[in-house]
């Protein structure tokens, strides 16, 4: 008998959003009870006859109804796949007036068991109320039951309720977020929390933040979802800071690297100081101050074929591209190419000239006037020849004299002012005495094709945690006191660090998340490991890019003790810096190949990673090579060039027993090549 009356509750639920009065839950128990109605047959009466249901449920569209069924039943709405099945795929069969038969006959425990709250709770003020019955306070007991139904989801991979990130962890990733569609598309999703965002999908920390179950046991995050058609759905959600422990264990070393300090990746780079003992490489991340835009690279090209804006206001083409101050706000720089109008003197070289205005948050930024004006308009002419290059009188260098970063309210943010004087030369990072900084317009072209955007980049960065990397050298044979120690305060007998730069600054961070490091082999014959280093992004440059920019490092191992740093912009007997003249964009990639010419030396391959299909076979050297090695030299003798390779060469071993290693190469159509060693290799 308590089934029967709590399946019409169920219906009362789901089709009248309200617990059932006792006068009518005692005449649908006897009717069932007696065999005179069914469960079907009290469904079809209310969504046929009842004008409550009529006049609500029964006004809806599939799809509202379906979400709507939902949140009565288990105060939820439907995920988008639960969404589909119901109103298009294998569920839509089902008539309209049926589904909430259905849907509680395929619930899920977790939709059961709030379902059965509400049906006691329904059960529990029907026979309290008796004949007191309110319709509203019926209505109420059972929405109040499994919470409101939420429009935004937030799901982590753990199998419990709560959600959590681990600390010191660097964009660390919260969850999946899943926001319910029914009246119209997402247009955004918003955290009040600066330092999370989400991304595709995914809530997370921002780059450049971690957080510290020290300091921070868990953050209370506000998410607001706002719609196409200006609607909003906002959800609260406590994420937990996980406590880790953060020691790490590097072979016989461990240590505990204190907030901000950050371990990233700890491996094996073989014996390289000679000792009989591997060593490790550890990349391990700290504070970084803000650094500024001071160069940023835009390459295009311009459309031959558009013509001059009628309006004086008018332009072409615009791009956006985002910019720092030396605090580390994020502005925006905008840049409008302007077709120049017909010049009657001097028709033919008119058709050549764009315009240039640039404005940074909608602020123009040259040089004022006059003494104590305003800035006025940042404007620069660009000249074509015929074959669609910029001239020679053209200089591609452009440069911003008058930036004074301001604030969101229009307010100067109180980072480093513009430099009103013209004459200023752009100023190099990171002796700023101004927010002066430069536009490299190398490679810009009009040619009689669609506009397009080649390429942009801008050096300039947020000021917070764990935006840079160092590389740290531990030796494998060092006894630590108390089995542990300070990462920067290595002596050369613990290890070295590694940094990019002479200059002790910022600049000796490797900036961003990815940084190669491996073991070389024995390129130089001396029976010691070497290493190669491969930053992931170019060193800090004003103007054009020299071609040794984009740059792979090979470190010669040695015994003995080795200096507390060693920087690789001057490495002098110490290693030797490869790059390639005649391809300055390449990415590199690098590895050991074994020795592909039997001269007993190891042989090793670089691969342009950045889509320059390029590579190198180079070939060991006893003497080794000197401190600047440009690939674009090498005789053939030294080392042999591959084109349209796809991916890294790789070592394959003796594959045909003649004594010289042989590669692996997959070329850009995907085909596998097996390359065979030999003594005179073309």
Same mark, same amino acid.
């Given at each position: ?8 509750? =169920?219906? $009362?639920?789901? &089709?009248?959003? +309200?617990?059932?009065?006792? /006068? #009518? *839950?005692? @005449? %649908?128990? !006897? ?13 079809a ?22 979400? =709507?069924? $939902?949140?009565? &039943?288990?105060? +939820?709405?439907?995920?988008? /796949? #639960? *969404?589909? @099945? %119901?109103? !298009?795929g ?51 007991t ?10 935004i989801?937030?799901?982590d991979?753990t ?100 907030p ?97 205005v ?7 930024v040259g ?62 990072f ?6 002066n ?6 490679g ?62 910022q ?12 073991p ?31 740059q792979f ?23 030797s ?8 964009d ?26 320059g ?8 050297k ?10 674009a030299?090498?005789?053939?003798e ?11 060469i ?8 003649d004594?010289?290693d ?21």
């Amino acid at each position: 008998m308590s089934d029967i009356r709590n399946s019409i509750q =169920e219906i $009362y639920i789901g &089709l009248l959003g +309200r617990a059932a009065d006792y /006068e #009518g *839950l005692s @005449y %649908w128990e !006897s009717e069932i009870q007696q065999g005179l109605l069914t469960l079907e047959q009290l469904r079809a009466n209310i969504v046929n006859q009842q004008p409550e249901y009529t006049n609500g449920l029964g006004q809806l569209d599939r799809l509202h109804l379906v979400a =709507e069924l $939902y949140a009565r &039943l288990f105060s +939820r709405y439907p995920l988008s /796949e #639960g *969404l589909d @099945y %119901w109103v !298009s795929g294998g569920g839509s069969g089902v008539n309209a007036d049926q589904l909430v038969l259905a849907l509680i006959d395929g619930a899920s425990s977790e939709d059961r068991e709030v379902l059965d709250a509400k049906v006691a709770a329904a059960q529990d003020y029907t026979y309290l109320a008796f004949n007191d019955y309110d319709r509203d306070q019926a209505t109420a007991t059972v929405e109040t039951v499994g919470g409101t139904a939420e429009m935004i989801f937030v799901e982590d991979d753990t199998p419990d309720d709560g959600l959590s990130i681990p600390e010191n962890l660097v964009k660390a990733l919260v969850g999946d977020v899943t926001v319910i569609e029914l009246d119209s598309s997402v247009q955004e999703i918003n955290v009040d929390d600066e330092r999370f965002e989400v991304v595709e999908g995914q809530l997370k920390l921002k780059d450049g933040h971690f957080l510290n179950a020290e300091s921070e046991e868990s953050v209370s995050l506000n998410l607001t979802v706002i719609y196409e058609n200006e609607e909003t759905a906002q959800r609260q959600i406590e994420v937990v800071v996980e406590d880790l422990d953060d020691t790490v264990d590097v072979g016989n070393i461990s240590f505990n690297p204190d907030p901000p300090w950050q371990v990233v990746t700890a491996t094996s780079v073989g014996d390289i100081n000679g000792d009989g003992v591997d060593d490790t490489g550890l990349i391990a991340r700290s504070h970084l101050s803000p650094y500024p835009t001071t160069i940023s690279r835009v390459s295009l090209n311009l459309d031959a074929g558009e013509s001059a804006p009628t309006d004086s206001d008018g332009f072409n083409f615009q791009i956006d591209q985002n910019i720092f101050d030396s605090l580390g706000n994020k502005h925006t720089m905008s840049l409008y190419f302007t077709r120049a109008q017909e010049d009657s003197s001097a028709p033919e070289a008119a058709l050549n000239i764009w315009n240039l205005v640039v404005r940074i948050d909608g602020y123009d930024v040259g040089n004022p006037k006059g003494p104590g004006e305003d800035a006025s308009e940042a404007s620069f002419t660009l000249q074509f020849d015929e074959h669609g290059e910029l001239t020679t009188e053209t200089d591609a260098t452009l440069l911003i004299t008058n930036w004074a970063p301001r604030d969101s309210s229009g307010q100067y943010n109180g980072s480093l002012m513009g430099d009103i004087d013209a004459t200023s030369p752009p100023v190099v990072f990171p002796y700023l005495t101004s927010s002066n900084f430069v536009i490299d317009l190398a490679g810009t072209t009009q040619y009689d094709e669609f506009f397009s955007i080649k390429d942009t980049y801008q050096n300039g960065g947020l000021g917070s945690l764990s935006n840079g990397n160092h590389l740290y050298l531990l030796f494998g044979d060092v006894e630590i006191e108390d089995g542990a120690f300070v990462l920067p305060q290595l002596d050369g007998e613990q290890g070295t660090l590694l940094k990019q730069h002479t200059l002790d600054s910022q600049e000796e961070l490797f900036y961003g998340d990815r940084f190669e490091y491996a073991p070389s082999g024995d390129p130089n014959g001396d029976g010691i490991q070497d290493l190669f280093i491969v930053p992931e992004t170019i060193p800090y440059d004003v103007g054009v890019p020299d071609p040794s920019d984009y740059q792979f490092y090979l470190i010669y191992g040695r015994t003995g003790t080795w200096e507390p740093e060693i920087a690789l912009d001057s490495l002098g007997e110490r290693g030797s810096v490869f790059f390639d003249s005649g391809n300055p964009d390449a990415n590199w990639s690098v590895t050991t190949v074994g020795d592909v010419n039997g001269d007993g030396l190891d042989d090793f391959s670089a691969t342009d990673r950045a889509g320059g299909s390029n590579a190198y076979l180079i070939f060991g050297k006893s003497d080794g090579f000197e401190e600047q090695v440009d690939l674009a030299y090498f005789s053939q003798e030294e080392a042999v060039q591959f084109t349209d390779v796809e991916a890294l060469i790789q070592s394959a071993g003796d594959v045909n027993n003649d004594g010289f290693d042989d590669m692996l190469m997959i070329d850009i159509t995907g085909a596998a090549h097996l390359v065979y060693g030999a003594e005179d290799f073309f």
